[in-house]
């Protein structure tokens, strides 16, 4: 089974710098894709950014980007120019890649990071 | 993104009585939803995948006679806490995708927040 591990229970970032979280995850499969979801407040969780496991290219959107290093099994978050409605609850999560439908397509989350931005 | 919708936002009810969730996905097919459940400050814990036209699929420690799941058609699936206890109070929250089509990925709902009295 799948695991997905993040080591920082909590972060804090000044306004417009930079921080990095952090993600690492266990599995025997080749192909599987990687996300970060956001839960503000609101406990609405937004998609960030999505990573496909056989793209080499890290994914960046806006001011997210990911370093993704398959062998190491890690998959960082880094959000640049933080701002004050970056702060929320950051979770990483995993899928299979296996196109057989239903269950196989579950997430598997970590415990999440609860990022502070400080104004 | 794709819009997933969920109502109520928050019910209350009184110990012994059933609720029902709905979450729809408004701008696509879903084929797959999924539901979870979320305590305060944690994870989400999957409870169920259900897929349009079939059975849903529980996970382990799930009790499908509690939680009854119904997907009938590509925009709607519910979710019916059956005999609602104290302990049943918590953040639902469902997610949508089309895993064979366009939206594979998983879009969330807004949640609904059930105390139970």
């Not at chain 2, 997933?4 to 797959?32: M, N, W, Y």
């Amino acid at each position: 089974a799948q695991t997905v591990t993040q080591s920082q229970p909590e972060m804090s970032v000044q306004e417009a710098e930079t921080v990095t979280l952090s993600c690492t995850y266990d599995t025997s499969e080749s192909d599987y894709y990687l996300f970060w979801y956001k839960q503000p407040p609101s406990r609405q969780m937004i998609l960030v950014i999505r990573q496909e496991a056989y793209k080499q290219q890290n994914a960046t959107e806006n001011r997210f980007s990911v370093n993704f290093q398959k062998a190491a099994k890690s998959f960082s978050l880094k959000i640049s120019d933080s701002q004050l409605g970056d702060a929320a609850m950051y979770f990483c999560a995993y899928r299979t890649y296996l196109n057989s439908g239903g269950s196989n397509y579950k997430l598997t989350f970590g415990k999440g990071t609860l990022l502070t931005v400080n104004p | 993104g794709a819009v997933v919708s969920q109502h109520p936002s928050r019910v209350i009810c009184k110990s012994g009585t059933s609720v029902k969730i709905e979450c729809r996905s408004l701008d696509f097919q879903a084929t797959t939803m999924f539901w979870y459940r979320q305590f305060p400050k944690k994870s989400l814990m999957l409870m169920a995948t259900s897929n349009e036209g079939s059975k849903a699929t529980y996970e382990q420690g799930v009790e499908k006679d509690k939680f009854l799941i119904n997907h009938a058609s590509l925009t709607l699936s519910t979710l019916t806490v059956t005999s609602a206890h104290p302990e049943d109070s918590s953040f639902y929250i469902c997610s949508a995708s089309n895993p064979r089509g366009t939206t594979d990925t998983q879009y969330f709902g807004p949640g609904t927040r059930l105390t139970v009295l």
